[in-house]
């Protein structure tokens, strides 16, 4: 199970479905919203490592979220309690159906 | 008619007998400074500006001032006036020769031409011949001349229509559209007007990036020999607490003055130090670039009235997609951090201004670097009164003096009446 967490006021836990509960911080805001994540880019030759986070909107979710945006807010990805990325949102998108979170470290 | 993308027809040297080298000939606006161009071969007779001026007040030959020269508006063999600057002795060859003065005058008025409107129009009506009416400017005219903004310097390069005209809104935070109603107008932070339309549904998305943020701005002006000589700094300070320093250079090459650039950088400052939302929205209704819509839509996360950036139109559809730009959270609160220390070259009086204890010293000189003396300095927002030493020197306490913009009326011991503008950090 993987996690998005978003350092904030508040901090945000983004997952995709129940089996991740357990994985989630107590006392800290949790959203089921988490629909995918892409590959993460690293290499030697890049300035940033990246990844990018699908998150759902079908409901205006994350407008609402997101009305002030994370720029620069340190986010990471856990997964099965082990942080697999670590960096800060660098851009949110958001249309009727996703919100796209672009992370780089 | 030349086309806003293709090149500005500036005149070429070519045109006289005695050009050294083929060159663009500049026209020049407000106060500016600029190099000068062989006009004859004799290398006594230089050429400044492709038209007359209001003035030339300083000629520098590898960065002193030249004694002895004089100004001449001649008609060259085509016809066309000319101002030029005409040396006793021609000068050493292979050194660098310019000069500083007040540019052209307006046709109708006789006023310089100082307002970038007027300058603009000039670009669009005058050199690239677009029959553009004074009148399609007149709002923009009248939101810098509200703004007291004032612009200058030279077009010596034949650039797009376009770049130049967008060169001068860029300087002074303002954008050009030839779709948009009034064709310019003060952006971030020009008055708008009432929404056209409401845009509640419809395709829509947005998009923030952290590479728009800007919360740690300079702004460069007083360009001269394509170096700025001037510049202020600002920061949004909770904003930075928020997102981290972000810092940005605001090139300003019509802008000569501290209070200018410091307008202009507060204007963008208050926009670009919060996030950006770039918005896109679709609509069958009849708006243009430079209305305002009011958006208020399901998907988008602010709800206000914007100006339209942009509209692509789909004619058979009946369908624009609009692009707006709205910042997220509060305008923020902006510092001025630094200002240049050095004298702002284009006035005719410059001003440098120190803190030393708790006095403000400030010392005034003339546009060839000599103190202005013995002259009597008020400062106007705060009615303080002083005479300059020997030195150009005026002090007045920290403590009645805080920081801010201020403007010092200057009257010299000749009776001139000098205003010059001053940032206390």
Same mark, same amino acid.
């Given at each position: 199970m993987i996690v998005l967490r978003i350092e904030g006021n508040p901090t945000r836990q983004f997952y995709g479905n129940a089996s991740a509960l357990a994985d989630l911080e107590a006392g800290v805001a949790r959203h089921e919203l988490l629909v995918g994540v892409g590959p993460i880019h690293s290499g030697t030759e890049n300035v940033d490592n990246r990844v990018s986070v699908q998150l759902r909107n079908r409901n205006n979710e994350c407008t609402k979220l997101f009305a002030l945006p994370p720029l620069g807010a340190k986010a990471q990805l856990v997964e099965n309690g082990v942080t697999v990325f670590c960096g800060i949102v660098h851009d949110v998108s958001l249309d009727a159906d996703v919100c796209v979170l672009n992370l780089t470290s | 008619m030349t086309a806003l993308g293709m090149p500005l027809p500036l005149r070429q040297t070519t045109a006289w007998g005695g050009y050294r080298e083929a060159r663009p000939i500049p026209h020049r606006y407000g106060a500016c400074s600029g190099e000068l161009l062989q006009y004859n071969d004799s290398r006594t007779e230089f050429c400044w500006a492709d038209h007359p001026v209001q003035g030339i007040d300083a000629v520098i030959v590898n960065g002193q001032p030249a004694g002895e020269w004089e100004r001449r508006t001649v008609t060259d063999v085509t016809g066309r006036p000319l101002s030029l600057v005409v040396f006793g002795q021609p000068p050493d060859e292979g050194v660098s020769i310019l000069a500083r003065g007040r540019g052209k005058l307006h046709p109708v008025t006789g006023a310089l031409m100082t307002n970038p409107a007027d300058v603009i129009w000039d670009v669009l009506?005058?050199?690239?011949?677009?029959?553009?009416?004074p009148s399609e400017l007149s709002e923009f005219r009248v939101a810098c001349a509200r703004a007291n903004l004032e612009v200058g310097g030279s077009i010596e390069v034949a650039d797009s229509v376009q770049s130049v005209v967008r060169g001068i809104c860029t300087s002074i935070g303002a954008t050009f559209c030839? @779709?948009?109603?009034?064709?310019c107008r003060l952006w971030p932070g020009g008055v708008d007007a009432a929404p056209r339309a409401t845009i509640r549904d419809g395709t829509a998305g947005a998009t923030v990036t952290? @590479?728009?943020?800007?919360?740690d701005i300079t702004v460069q002006f007083g360009y001269e020999d394509a170096s700025p000589r001037g510049s202020v700094q600002l920061e949004a300070p909770d904003y930075i607490a928020l997102h981290g320093r972000r810092p940005s250079v605001v090139e300003a090459p019509w802008v000569t003055s501290a209070r200018v650039a410091f307008d202009v950088g507060q204007r963008i400052l208050r926009q670009r130090a919060r996030p950006q939302w770039r918005i896109t929205l679709q609509t069958k209704r009849a708006v243009r670039v430079g209305h305002v819509v009011q958006v208020d839509h399901p998907v988008v996360p602010i709800v206000g009235a914007y100006p339209i950036m942009s509209r692509s139109y789909e004619p058979v559809t009946g369908t624009a997609t609009l692009g707006v730009t709205a910042p997220a959270g509060e305008i923020p609160v902006v510092r001025l951090v630094r200002q240049s220390s050095a004298y702002d070259p284009l006035q005719y009086t410059g001003a440098g201004v120190a803190t030393s204890g708790t006095d403000r010293v400030i010392t005034l000189t003339n546009a060839d670097g000599t103190p202005v003396a013995d002259a009597r300095v008020s400062v106007r927002e705060l009615g303080l009164v002083a005479q300059s030493d020997a030195a150009g020197r005026v002090v007045f306490p920290a403590i009645q003096m805080p920081a801010g913009s201020f403007t010092l009326d200057v009257t010299t011991l000749a009776g001139d009446v000098l205003e010059v503008p001053i940032l206390i950090v």
């Open positions: - | 009506a005058n050199i690239a011949g677009r029959g553009t009416p030839s @779709d948009q109603e009034g064709l952290l @590479d728009d943020l800007a919360n």
